[in-house]
């Protein structure tokens, strides 16, 4: 006789309840919003700047105009990659790099670090230091 008997449709089990598909688990089925209107879903990226800038343009030994004139003439311009291992002084050349183009008077003693990445690491001459475990 079971298999002429009406079934509901309200009656009907289409999938598992939460308790039968995650054991074990405390879940809850909330009907409003928890979470404010004015707060978003997705929160917004923020950038943060980690740059060093100049409070004015230091004397070089090239002119700018000279660079932005090889704009024109892409030809000519000439691309240079320095790569190497962790800790070899890939940063530190191009430091030197800086310290050639400039007229600012160095201080030997001093360490400087133009092409570093983070600014705190320039500003309180830091270094990270990972280790394997």
Partial sequence: MKEHQIILHEDKKYFPELEEAY????????????????????????SKNFDVVEKDIPETTFSFEFLASMMNKPELIRNVGIVGHLHHGK?????????????????NEKEYNYTGRFFYLFLFKCFLRYEKR
């Fill in 23 to 46: 054991p074990g688990v405390e879940t809850l089925i909330m009907e409003e919003d928890a979470q404010p209107i004015t707060q978003p879903i997705i929160e917004p990226i923020k």
């Fill in 91 to 107: 940063t530190s050349l191009m430091d030197l790099f800086v310290q050639q183009t400039h007229y600012k008077s160095w201080k």
